[in-house]
């Protein structure tokens, strides 16, 4: 095995001694913003590329001219942390195309299990959404839903732990204080 050149690369390539400020500077530059949008296209067009070969669209030869909007494009390479849509909703955006029969595996549930999940005939417990979240490569609490049950263990830990904590709770909600 070869060992690397690092002095020669530095030599080659004087970008490799720039430091976050000189980086900083650059981009401010037109030739800095050309770069960067040079950049953010090559990043969409992995994820794509990803995305079909996960959804089973190999292509051989050379990677195809991607045509996406500025949203498509910026929803791709800054994707959203969470969602405010219910789980179904949630997943047919995260599925991209892709049907059911071809994600469950990847979860994994069996197709009809997670087919009543996505018309909202089930819902998915806690394990379930982190199984599915792992699978489209999100945190769990992309989901709505796992947010709240996440919230209502946290006051169900406080209030077992502090029950006179819950007692007042109740009295303040019973007399409609809340």
């Not at 959203?80 to 595996?105: H, I, N, V, W």
């Amino acid at each position: 095995m070869a060992k690397a050149d690092f002095e020669g690369a530095k030599a080659r390539f004087p970008s490799t001694q720039m430091g976050e400020q000189e980086w900083v500077a650059f981009f401010d530059t037109p030739a800095g913003q050309h770069a960067m949008g040079r950049i953010i296209g090559d990043i969409y067009d992995v994820v794509k590329a990803e995305e079909e070969k996960a959804a089973g669209l190999q292509r051989m030869g050379r990677r195809p001219r991607r045509d996406g909007s500025l949203e498509d494009v910026f929803a791709t390479v800054f994707p959203q942390s969470y969602t405010m849509d219910p789980f179904p909703e949630a997943m047919m955006k995260l599925l991209a195309g892709r049907s059911a029969r071809q994600f469950a595996p990847r979860v994994p549930v069996h197709q009809t299990h997670l087919s009543r999940m996505l018309r909202g005939d089930q819902t998915p417990d806690m394990q379930m959404l982190e199984r599915i979240a792992s699978a489209a490569k999100v945190h769990p609490s992309y989901f709505v839903e796992y947010r709240a049950m996440f919230v209502s263990k946290l006051i169900e830990k406080v209030l077992t732990q502090r029950p006179n904590i819950g007692v007042k709770a109740y009295k303040d909600i019973k007399v409609g204080r809340y």
